[in-house]
């Protein structure tokens, strides 16, 4: 399984960007999809991430400004970014729960991360 994300760059304050991250390879079912990120110096969080079967839910730091959803048929999720401030700045990662067989639970899989820099 793999986890094909893109959609980073550099954007100017204010401005907007979307993240996409499609899921490949031997898959079962996915159980949960979302975005993390990971700032120089900083641990990764989680920026928004959508439960098997819940709400999704959204860091305090993005909460109306960034949009999280899902495509079931095209194993993809996504994120939509506006109003981007300079301390969004960071690395983001999607992350995924997929089964990758019958009878196997669910596995943690991650992106390749894209980078995404907002400055002036």
């Known amino acids: 399984v793999q986890l094909q994300a893109s959609g980073g760059g550099l954007v100017q304050p204010g401005g907007s960007l979307r993240l996409s991250c499609e899921a490949s390879g031997r898959i079962f079912g996915i159980y949960g999809m979302g975005w993390y990120r990971q700032a120089p110096g900083k641990e990764r969080e989680l920026v928004a991430n959508i439960p098997d079967g819940g709400i999704a839910r959204y860091s305090e730091s993005v909460k109306g400004r960034f949009t999280v959803s899902q495509d079931n048929a095209k194993n993809s999720v996504y994120l939509e970014m506006n109003s981007l401030k300079p301390e969004d700045t960071a690395v983001y990662y999607c992350?995924?729960?997929?089964?990758?067989?019958?009878?196997?639970?669910?596995?943690?899989?991650w992106g390749q991360g894209t980078l995404v820099t907002v400055s002036r």
């Open positions: 992350n995924a729960w997929i089964r990758t067989g019958s009878l196997r639970v669910p596995d943690e899989y």
